[in-house]
Each structure stands twice: as structure tokens, then as C-alpha cells.
């Protein structure tokens, strides 16, 4: 199940690495991880139900083609609900861009908090992800061409959520019920603009690294890449440096005669097509994925990881064991990330699987998903690159024929002067940063009111609350979690109160 996900965006790279250098597209965003633990449970004992809803294909005008009808998947877990007689409550996982099955999964805040709450738990899948496939449930109609993927976007997701759980709450005549949405990564920028736009139908969102400010002007394009360089520089100065003086040397080793063979058996590549380019994606999805998934504990997010794996790679760069030569140094460093496990017998640069079943972000990456995030100063570990919004077009008009709209997210749910604009208007959200995570630069980290709340952890990395928790938790993050809680008991008891009063 490993490389699938990164993959997506190692197409675009390919794609791309003859005219533009690397990392000028940012990697998707991955969400959540497994613990294999927690996968073999899930694999054995259900942790849910699965459902399909009848979904309007677009809720946005009433022409004939707007009524055509999709089976929407959900996922329900009633094991801990109170029931519609207490009003008991609803918790809502707004999915993003993959399979729910994974995601559900992966959130085990919701499940290891749903007896405390008695709260009924619900997955819904995003559209055109999954097995919620518009177009007769078919894939490949689906992604035909731009007239069936224009039904692919935010606002008819959030609708989507919107019209599936008023029909549910009828359905269980919990109508009183109060609902709170989740979510993590994309899905928590969902949550929270499910909130603000359908205040009647959620009381509160936990938005878990929702780089929500990541749009248009609103965050430097050069804040993904300077916190990942600044987590492996705060590990070791020495780490840093090989890591930023190896992409010339890759470049120039591939263009010797021989240089490509050598990289070759460096790298331990299966034998199949390798250029600097693929070999440099590699590298950087590594590096990237790795920052981004530096979590506490041992994980399996795309693939198994140690615990704290960017200590993990800088000690593989400052103490390699096959080597003393930069090749040798990095190799050890993809070790951790690709072959934690130990099972490679080589690496493939290649691989396109997506058991996760993400490609969609292309799509989404190409209309509103407009996340500048690829500039590199010259401090950063990657090559100085400035964010390059032409070239996306570019790949967006091959690629899909079509123009990006890079105003449209802050047009539709704002972002500029938030804290000005939440401050009287919005409640009720809680927005969670870990800043490990190259993405917590485009994130709310500062509270804007007394209910909408930032939760900013120092050595979070992304949506890490949300993860199962486990035995070797580190203090900060059992407190992140129980401030969380807390947060939420209020919301639903404030709920209680005003359903009696008014
Ligand atoms: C709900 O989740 C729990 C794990 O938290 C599991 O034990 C239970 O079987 C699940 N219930 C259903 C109906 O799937
Ligand atoms: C787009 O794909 C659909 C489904 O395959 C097809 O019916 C339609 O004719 C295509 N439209 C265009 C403009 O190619
Ligand atoms: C509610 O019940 C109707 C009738 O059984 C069903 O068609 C619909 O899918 C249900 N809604 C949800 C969200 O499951
Ligand atoms: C790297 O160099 C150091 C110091 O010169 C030496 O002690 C070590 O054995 C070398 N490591 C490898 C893997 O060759
Ligand atoms: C993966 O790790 C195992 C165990 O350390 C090692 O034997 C194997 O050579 C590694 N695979 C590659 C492709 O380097
Ligand atoms: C002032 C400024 O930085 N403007 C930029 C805002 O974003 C657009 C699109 O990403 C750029 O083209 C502008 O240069």
C-alpha cells in the first residue's frame, strides 16, 4: 500500500522536471497514518458499517443534468451513541481526497472519544473519491474530461455533507442531535468551512491542520519548504548541509558518461527508467513525507515509519553505514522512509499505484487547490526555486485543458484579515497545528476569539491529535487531546442548554 500516494504528485514532477527544477510542486496532502496494529484490528474486527446515500450530482442550478443522482458511501459506527431520545450527539468525519475506509481509520480521536461523549460516528466519503464515483459509480467516466470532473469541487462537497447528514438525522429522528465535524488535512479545512458556511447543521469543527491561509498572497510560498529545512537543521547543521549541496551533485553525476549507472547502484534502483529527475523526486518525497509525518511514536502513514523519523534520517546522513560518500549518505536517509520494514529488494522509482485512491487531487490541485507552496530561498535544503503559478497553468492546460481560478477559495470562504472578519462573526472552531508540519505555515495559529481557538503544538507535526493514541504519547500531546475534549464537552452542553431554553 506504500507508494501510491506520493506518486500522484511524482507524476506531476516527472511531468514537469525538464523545464521546471525541483520541488516547484508542493506534495499533496497526505492525511492521517496506520499504525499496521491498528490496521490488522480494523481488517478483523469492523469498526464500522458501510452505507450509500442517493446524492444530488449538482447542487448548484436546476438544469436537467443537475438532478442526475450518485451512490455517496458512508461509514457509521452507532456502538456508543445515546440515541435520539437523549439527543445524544453526532460526530461527522468530513472525508478528503481518498478512500474513507483509510481516513476513517486513521482517526481514532473519534473512535477513542466517542464512548465519552456518546456520540454516533459518521465517515462520509468526498465525492469522486473511493467508491462515491459519480457518473454510474465508474471511474473512468468519472475523470473523462472536464464536463464530468466539473462536479469535482469544495463547495459541492460541503453541500454534499450538508444535504447526507439532514437526511440522516431525519432517518434516525435525531434531529435535535448536535453535530461536530472533523477533520484533518484538507478534510479539516472542509470542517471548518462546513462550519462557518452550515452553522445550522454543525455546531462546532475540529479543523486539524487546515492550511486554510495557504491560498493566493496570504502565506509566504516559501514556508513549506523553510520549515522543513528548519526541522532538519535543528537536528543536525551537518545533516542540513549534505542534504542541501546534493542535488548539484546528482545533476552533474547523471550527466557523466556512466553517471546514471552509478546512481543506479548508489540508490539500489530496480532496473528500470531512472533520470536525476525521478531520482531527485524520490528524494524529495522522502525528505517531505518524512517532516510532515515526524511524529512521536512509530507510524504507517503511506509507509512505516520510526518514531521521530527525521532524527532517524539525519543520524543515517551524519553516521552512514554503507559509505562516507554523499550517495552512501543518502541512501541511508531513503532507507528510513522506503525500507523501515527492511522487506525492499530495490527501489522503484516508477511505481504508480494509488491504493488510496487520491488521483483526484490533480484535478483539484488544477481549478481551486491553488497552494503556493514551492518557493525555495537559498537557505533551504532544496534548490532555490521561486513558486511558479505559470508553470501550473501550463500543466493544468495539458494536462485537463483547463485554467486555474486561484482566487476562487478565498473568495467563496475568505482568509484574508480572518482574525478581523472570524472575530464577531464565527465560533466554534478549534484549529490544531503541529509546527513540524511543513503545512502549519498556511495554518490559523493564533486564537481569534474566545471560540475559535488555535492549538498550536512545537513538536506536532501534521493532524498527529487526530492519530490513535498510544502508551509512549508524550505529555504535550495527551494535553493537546484533552483540551480538545474539553473544548468540544462545551460546545454541546452550551448546545444542550440553548435547545432547552429556546
Ligand atoms: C465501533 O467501533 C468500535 C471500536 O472503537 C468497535 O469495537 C465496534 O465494533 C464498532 N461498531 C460497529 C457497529 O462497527
Ligand atoms: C465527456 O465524457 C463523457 C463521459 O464519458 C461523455 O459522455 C462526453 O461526451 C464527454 N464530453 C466531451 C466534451 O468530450
Ligand atoms: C434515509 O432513508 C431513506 C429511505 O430508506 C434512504 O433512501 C436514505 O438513503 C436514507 N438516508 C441516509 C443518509 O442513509
Ligand atoms: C567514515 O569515516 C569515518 C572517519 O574517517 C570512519 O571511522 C568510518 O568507518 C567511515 N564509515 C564508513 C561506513 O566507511
Ligand atoms: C532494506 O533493508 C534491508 C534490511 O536492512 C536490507 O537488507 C535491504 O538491502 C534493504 N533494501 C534496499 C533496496 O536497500
Ligand atoms: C503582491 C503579490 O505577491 N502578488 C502575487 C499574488 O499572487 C498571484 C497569484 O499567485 C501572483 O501572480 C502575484 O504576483
Not at 527544477?21 to 464500522?48: C, D, G, H, W
Request: aromatic share 16%.
Amino acid at each position: 500500500m506504500a507508494a501510491g500516494f506520493l506518486l500522484v504528485w511524482f507524476s506531476f514532477f516527472t511531468l514537469l522536471s525538464s523545464t521546471v527544477s525541483v520541488a516547484e510542486f508542493a506534495p499533496k496532502f497526505p492525511s492521517s497514518i496506520i499504525r499496521p496494529e491498528q490496521l490488522l484490528v480494523s481488517t478483523k474486527n469492523q469498526l464500522y458499517k458501510t452505507n450509500y446515500f442517493t446524492q444530488t450530482l449538482d447542487h448548484f442550478n436546476f438544469n436537467p443534468q443537475s438532478y442526475q443522482t450518485f451512490q455517496q458511501r458512508y461509514l457509521i459506527n452507532d456502538t456508543y451513541w445515546g440515541g435520539a431520545e437523549k439527543n445524544a450527539p453526532i460526530f461527522v468525519y468530513t472525508g478528503n481526497e481518498g478512500n474513507i475506509e483509510w481516513f476513517a481509520q486513521n482517526t481514532g480521536f473519534m473512535f477513542e472519544n466517542a464512548p465519552h461523549f456518546k456520540a454516533l460516528l459518521v465517515f462520509i466519503e468526498h465525492r469522486f473519491y473511493g467508491k462515491s464515483m459519480p457518473f454510474g459509480g465508474k471511474k473512468d467516466v468519472a475523470y473523462s474530461n472536464t464536463s464530468t470532473l466539473g462536479y469535482l469541487s469544495s463547495t459541492q462537497a460541503l453541500a454534499d455533507y450538508a444535504t447526507l447528514i439532514t437526511d440522516l438525522k431525519q432517518n434516525l429522528t435525531a434531529t435535535d442531535s448536535p453535530v461536530v465535524v472533523f477533520g484533518g488535512s484538507y478534510g479539516g479545512m472542509l470542517a471548518a468551512w462546513f462550519r462557518l458556511k452550515y452553522p445550522h447543521i454543525a455546531i462546532g469543527a475540529l479543523a486539524s491542520s487546515s492550511p486554510i491561509l495557504n491560498f493566493g498572497n496570504l502565506t509566504s510560498p516559501y514556508s513549506f519548504n523553510n520549515i522543513i529545512t528548519r526541522d532538519y537543521r535543528s537536528e543536525s547543521e551537518s545533516c542540513y548541509k549534505v542534504l542541501k549541496s546534493s542535488w548539484q551533485q546528482i545533476e552533474d553525476t547523471a550527466k557523466q558518461p556512466g553517471g546514471l549507472h552509478l546512481l543506479r547502484k548508489s540508490f539500489r534502483i530496480c532496473k528500470n527508467y531512472i533520470d536525476a529527475g525521478y531520482l531527485e523526486t524520490w528524494l524529495y518525497t522522502a525528505y517531505v513525507y518524512t517532516a510532515m509525518t515526524d511524529y512521536p511514536t512509530p507510524s504507517n502513514f503511506l509507509n512505516p515509519l520510526p518514531a521521530y523519523p527525521v532524527i532517524q534520517m539525519c543520524k543515517a546522513i551524519d553516521n552512514p553505514t554503507t559509505g562516507n560518500d554523499t550517495f552512501a549518505k543518502l541512501y541511508g536517509a531513503a532507507n528510513i522512509y522506503y525500507n523501515h520494514s527492511g522487506t525492499a529488494t530495490c527501489f522503484n522509482l516508477n511505481d504508480n499505484s494509488d491504493p488510496h485512491d487520491l488521483s483526484g487531487w490533480g484535478w483539484q490541485a488544477c481549478t481551486e487547490m491553488i497552494m503556493p507552496t514551492s518557493g525555495n530561498n537559498k537557505e533551504s535544503i532544496f534548490p532555490a526555486s521561486e513558486w511558479n503559478y505559470k508553470a501550473r497553468v501550463t500543466y493544468c492546460k495539458n494536462s485537463f485543458d483547463i485554467e486555474p481560478r486561484p482566487n476562487w477559495i478565498t473568495s467563496e470562504f475568505g482568509g484574508h484579515d480572518i482574525h478581523r472578519v472570524l472575530k464577531r462573526f464565527g465560533s466554534n472552531i478549534i484549529f490544531f497545528n503541529g509546527l513540524r508540519d511543513p503545512w502549519s505555515g498556511g495554518g490559523v495559529l493564533k486564537s481569534i476569539s474566545k471560540s475559535i481557538v488555535a492549538i498550536v503544538a512545537k513538536e506536532g507535526a501534521h493532524h498527529v491529535d487526530l492519530r490513535f493514541s498510544s502508551k509512549e504519547d508524550p505529555q504535550w500531546l495527551k494535553d493537546v487531546r484533552k483540551k480538545e475534549v474539553k473544548i468540544i464537552t462545551k460546545w454541546i452542553s452550551q448546545y444542550y442548554h440553548d435547545l432547552a431554553h429556546f
